[in-house]
């Protein structure tokens, strides 16, 4: 029985298709066979679900295969899950075409390999974990930029703009009955700057700039 290899996790898989085309039936019998037993199987031993971009990557590493073309979600099968569904069957021909799949393919222990394969097949592993991990860092890194850009002063930040806007209203102004319409316009500026209804609506990201800015008003 040749069928190209698919791993997951370590592990020999196959897709609904490939199960089942080896057992004689059509992928949706195989498929209500698996709901109607659901709460028998569990993810990630018996079963993958791929959906969005694990299934995009997943039709992008077997172009070849037609039967991917359209799906919108996909299940990957062990040995194990292999089994739970022809027990599910549970036909002479199901059976028999489980017994195929786990001597010529599942079990793989008889072909075993040279210690220079096997570090080189860890080594594929090892940097296809890194550039997920990678990959993930960058998604986590822009997801907390995003969330930075909409934050706003906290109190303590709040209180260091203040102050810049005093320090800044006396040393333009030394006359105390003047001072308030300075304050006043040093705020209607940061407002108008930073496109903000309050000062206190002002980024975090933009706190230094704010302070930058009062420092260097004049009027």
């Known amino acids: 029985m040749e069928i190209q290899v698919i791993e997951r996790e370590g592990m020999r898989v196959l897709t ?4 089942s085309e080896s057992f004689g039936i059509e992928s949706k019998i195989l498929l209500r066979n698996f709901q109607r037993n659901n709460q028998r199987f569990v993810e990630g031993e018996h079963y993958f679900a791929l959906n969005g971009e694990a299934l995009k990557e997943f039709k992008a590493s077997r172009q070849s295969d037609a039967t991917l073309k359209f799906a919108s979600s996909l299940y990957l099968w062990s040995e194990q899950g292999a089994w739970m569904l022809a027990k599910s069957i549970n036909n002479d021909k199901a059976w028999q075409a489980y017994e195929l799949l786990v001597n010529n393919y599942y079990k793989v222990t008889s072909q075993l390999k040279s210690p220079e394969e096997l570090i080189a097949i860890q080594n ?10 990678e990959k993930t860092e ?16 906290n109190s303590g930040e709040q209180i260091r703009l203040q102050k810049a806007v005093g320090e800044r209203v006396y040393a333009l102004e030394k006359d105390a009955g003047k001072r308030a319409a300075l304050f006043g316009g040093i705020y209607r500026s940061i407002k108008v700057k930073f496109s ?11 706190l230094q700039l704010a302070i930058k800015f009062v420092e260097k008003w004049n009027g």
């Open 16 to 19: 609904t298709s490939q199960v």
């Open 124 to 133: 594929n592993k090892i940097v296809e974990l890194e550039e997920k991990l």
């Open 138 to 153: 960058k998604r986590v890194l822009a997801i907390e930029s995003r969330v930075r850009e909409q934050i706003t002063l």
């Open 196 to 206: 903000v209804k309050s000062y206190r609506d002002v980024k975090q990201d933009d």
